[in-house]
């Protein structure tokens, strides 16, 4: 199990797809969120396992070729799981609103490694929020506090040693949805 074998693995999947309103190939989403998986496990025993997650984050709900069988055989059933628990439900099942509470009940009992991976995966999406309609901007962005919240539920309990990373992140996104002040998005915005 490789980085740069999920990564060939994700390119090939996105082939053909672009990020929302761009140019972008999509690519470039998984790319960012396994550098930002990477530098929040820098060192921790989970970091290759981590990032080979992220490539992968998007496999299952964009590219019809993947399924868990797939991941499992390439990769690990750990993988095909963590990658599973980051596959928002397909669009044909439920409204938007059912959809995403379904995505925060997946969050809430994910691995946590799945729980890494979705944060980064939400705060690189949140880079292009700017593009997007603004009545949907703002119903995009009280979606993600909500995922947030999910995500954060149960982290600052952690109870093993190496899980202290895990437990300031909860801490840390507790405090982020707390907040009564606008989101800031500047910093997702690349000069």
């Not at 390119?11 to 309103?21: D, I, L, S």
Request: proline content about 6%; charged content about 35%; aromatic content about 8%.
């Amino acid at each position: 199990m490789s980085v740069d074998k999920a990564a060939e693995y994700a390119v090939k999947a996105h082939e053909g797809q672009f990020r929302k309103n761009s140019k972008t190939p999509y690519s470039a989403h998984p790319q960012r969120v396994s550098y930002a998986t990477r530098q929040f496990l820098k060192g921790h025993e989970l970091e290759q396992f981590g990032v080979i997650v992220a490539w992968l984050h998007d496999t299952l709900e964009d590219d019809p070729n993947t399924t868990i069988e797939i991941l499992v055989k390439e990769f690990s059933r750990a993988v095909a799981r963590n990658v599973f628990f980051l596959t928002d439900p397909p669009r044909y099942t439920g409204s938007r609103m059912e959809r995403k509470d379904e995505v925060c009940r997946k969050m809430k009992v994910a691995p946590m490694i799945a729980r890494i991976v979705k944060c980064c995966d939400v705060l690189d999406n949140l880079r292009d929020v700017e593009v997007l309609e603004p009545d949907f901007r703002e119903l995009y962005i009280k979606e993600k506090a909500q995922l947030y919240e999910a995500l954060a539920e149960g982290l600052d309990e952690a109870e093993e040693p190496e899980e202290a990373a895990i437990k300031t992140l909860g801490k840390r996104i507790k405090e982020l949805t707390s907040e009564p002040k606008p989101l800031d998005l500047s910093a997702f915005n690349p000069k």
